[in-house]
């Protein structure tokens, strides 16, 4: 397996939310800690955000702006490792045997592992390369904003979303725009 940086992506504006989602306390912690508990097992751990987190080391976003390919940039720009595990801080779970299941599934010739469903791919909750920093750059400064397309015009696997989530449970992928999506 490779050795891989673990990047949660926390600047948004949590609009639809009402209030900073990454600190909704959700089943005795917050949401941002479920995210990064899952991601023990990395090399590093880290959080894209453009405010502190006490307690989690946060790098902020170098290209504001861009929403979630800002914060993706920022994770690839930041990360020591060659493979960067990358998820939403609203994602509680996702797990840590997910992210073992998807860096087992890693080959030399790739630069994004990452769930999809008849073309629709889950770009957060995903592996990204880290040599996909320059294309991100590329993208954000061209006003190319969809996570989706970056991952389409690089070499990449897609493992099908019916069989990862018959394994690791439906949920895996619930992302909560709002409270009420939290069961
Ligand atoms: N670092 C960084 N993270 C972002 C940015 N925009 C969104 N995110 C994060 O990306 C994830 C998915 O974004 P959304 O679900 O749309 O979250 P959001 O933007 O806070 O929510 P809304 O304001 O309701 O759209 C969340 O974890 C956000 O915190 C950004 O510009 N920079």
Known sequence: MPIWS??????GHSSRFG??????????????AWVWEAMAEAEERFV???RPYPGFTVYPDLRKGGDTLSGLHSA???ARC?????????????????WRFLLERVQPHLQAVVIGLEGALEPLGALYHKSLEAEAL????GGLL?????IQSVPHLVLDKREVEA??????FLNANRQSDLP
């Open 6 to 11: 673990g990047a949660v992506l926390a600047g």
């Open 19 to 32: 209030q900073d989602k990454a600190l909704y306390p959700y089943r005795g912690r917050p949401l941002l």
């Open 48 to 50: 894209v955000a453009n």
């Open 76 to 78: 690839l720009a930041h």
């Open 82 to 98: 060659p493979w960067v595990a990358v998820a939403a801080c609203d994602q509680p779970f996702l797990t840590a045997e997910f």
């Open 138 to 141: 590329r993208r954000l400064e």
């Open 146 to 150: 969809r996570l989706q397309d970056l």
């Open 167 to 172: 394994r690791f449970g439906p949920r895996l």
